[in-house]
């Protein structure tokens, strides 16, 4: 049973010749284990990992949340397969001539560490709001073939989010604009956001996941639209995790 799968959004191409593939387990406590420790009441109301795409389906929502109940119960087992995976990841890549990509933290915020450096050849990425990981990575304490974009959320101080993106790092926000891909309705994410006096620019990341440093550049702000059904979309905005326009 393969661990690492794909979903429209890892698919998208981005400006390089990636092959990408994600873990996409269950969010924050929704399995019974909590796999998202910064998690907040917007995230958690809205997350896009659950009220959009392929997670409102129950076959992916079950399958989501018995793999995350697996790593938590047998995390010796989930680890070979997680290993297995990757490897046969790498193989396709290097057929297909394509450098092999992984985002294990679809819809978690986990510590993967421990893997990431026994796949040297491998590009990793993912999102956090760990400020502590976030904070490493930014030091370099990372492996170097790990990049972190932070994800902002309601919680976010802005003089925070202004220190990361100074010292280069990137932030993703997300913003109440529609997202209706289907029918052609997709708003304009705004050049700009002011944080703590000064102003970032604004990238689309909406138009693919490849969320390096050497695709995106460097201290912007990658902005993404509020996504998901029309009752977590209010959330969202209630919330204050989607930022106004």
């Given at each position: 049973m393969n661990l690492l799968r794909t979903n429209a959004k890892l698919a998208k191409a981005g400006p390089d010749n990636y092959l990408v593939a994600g873990l996409a387990l269950a969010p924050h406590g929704l399995s019974g284990h909590q796999v998202c420790p910064a998690s907040?009441?917007?995230?958690?109301?809205?997350?896009?990992?659950?009220?959009?795409?392929?997670?409102?389906?129950?076959?992916?929502?079950?399958?989501?949340?018995?793999d995350t109940q697996w790593l938590a119960e047998d995390r010796r087992g989930f680890l070979a397969q997680l290993h297995h995976d990757i490897a046969q990841h790498a193989r396709r890549a290097d057929r297909?001539?394509?450098?092999?990509?992984?985002?294990?933290?679809?819809?978690?915020?986990?510590?993967?560490?421990?893997?990431?450096?026994?796949?040297?050849?491998?590009?990793?990425?993912?999102?956090?709001?760990?400020?502590?990981?976030?904070?490493?990575y930014l030091d370099g304490k990372l492996p170097p073939n790990y990049a972190l974009t932070f994800s902002a959320s309601e919680r976010?101080?802005?003089?925070?989010?202004a220190s990361f993106l100074r010292r280069g790092g990137n932030v993703a926000a997300v913003f109440a604009v529609d997202y209706y891909p289907a029918c052609g309705r997709i708003g304009p994410l705004p050049r700009s956001v002011r944080y703590w006096g000064a102003e970032w620019p604004v990238i689309d990341a909406d138009k693919h996941d490849i969320r390096l440093p050497s695709v995106d550049g460097r201290g912007v702000v990658c902005g993404l639209r509020?996504?998901?059904?029309?009752?977590?979309?209010?959330?969202?905005?209630?919330?204050?995790?989607a930022a106004p326009c």
């Open positions: 907040t009441v917007g995230c958690r109301a809205a997350c896009n990992l659950w009220f959009s795409g392929q997670r409102v389906v129950p076959a992916a929502r079950q399958r989501a949340i018995r297909a001539l394509l450098r092999p990509m992984v985002r294990l933290n679809v819809g978690s915020d986990l510590d993967w560490r421990e893997v990431i450096e026994r796949w040297p050849e491998v590009q990793f990425y993912d999102y956090t709001k760990v400020l502590s990981r976030f904070r490493a976010s101080h802005p003089a925070t989010l509020l996504k998901g059904t029309n009752a977590a979309k209010a959330r969202g905005r209630a919330t204050g995790f």
